[in-house]
């Protein structure tokens, strides 16, 4: 059964700050990883989706790294600003069988003040 | 353009009602969820319908059924509504190839809570 762990639970840091959010899962049988921002009483918005047979993705400020093989993958935010403040989840799709549902973390909820 | 919306966004009612909540995808993807968000935060699946066939049943008590009538729309009906089943209640989409996911885009979420 696959669990998908997120460190830290929460995060905060002053503005302009680099961070690094970790994500690990425990069967590395996935498909894709994806990367998704939840503001409060809002919906999920995809950020990154990074394929199995890929090492990174970048979108803007955001990158993405997978290490599949290790069960890792970590979500890099340069730069840091307070609109980015929300909690972080990542999920993973293991295909095959599991026809496209996402696995989801916890979470990481993450707060950048002024 | 909303790409996936549902409605409604707030649910409030009474203990053993019967509800539902609608979802539609303008995305063109084969494959519709419905994803529950607990207290705690945590998501987890709950259905999955790929072409208006149920795919996916993560052991949900049988008083949820969700229906699909198209590809573009999945609906989830509720019967005898307990405390219980308080939560965010999000809808999804993604296109599944041979077993594999695309990109997923999810709605705004309903909250529902049984008094």
């Known amino acids: 059964k696959q669990e998908v762990t997120q460190i830290p639970a929460a995060l905060s840091v002053p503005e302009g700050e680099n961070l690094v959010l970790n994500c690990s899962f425990t069967?590395?049988?996935?498909?894709?990883l994806q990367w998704f921002r939840q503001d409060p009483g809002k919906g999920l918005t995809s950020l990154l989706l990074i394929q199995s047979s890929q090492r990174e993705q970048t979108s803007g400020r955001l990158n993405a790294s997978l290490d599949k093989s290790s069960g890792r993958s970590t979500l890099y935010i340069a730069a840091s600003q307070p609109g980015d403040s929300a909690t972080y989840l990542c999920?993973?799709?293991?295909?095959?069988?599991?026809?496209?549902?996402?696995?989801f973390g916890q979470g990481t909820i993450l707060t950048v003040h002024p | 353009d909303t790409a996936v919306s549902q409605t409604p966004k707030y649910l409030v009612t009474q203990m053993g009602n019967d509800k539902s909540i609608k979802c539609e995808q303008n995305?063109?993807?084969?494959?519709m969820y419905w994803y529950k968000q607990d207290s705690k935060k945590f998501l987890k699946i709950m259905f999955s319908y790929n072409n208006k066939e149920l795919i996916i049943n993560e052991t949900v008590p049988n008083r949820f059924s969700p229906k699909s009538p198209d590809k573009a729309h999945l609906n989830l009906h509720i019967n005898s509504l307990e405390l219980g089943d308080s939560a965010v209640y999000f809808c999804?989409?993604?296109?599944?190839?041979?077993?594999?996911?695309?990109?997923?885009?999810f709605g705004q979420g309903t909250r529902l809570t049984v008094v």
């Open positions: 999804a989409s993604s296109q599944v190839v041979v077993g594999r996911n695309t990109e997923a885009f």
């Open positions: 069967d590395s049988a996935i498909y894709n």
């Open positions: 999920a993973v799709n293991a295909g095959g069988t599991s026809y496209g549902k996402l696995t």
């Open positions: 995305l063109g993807h084969d494959t």
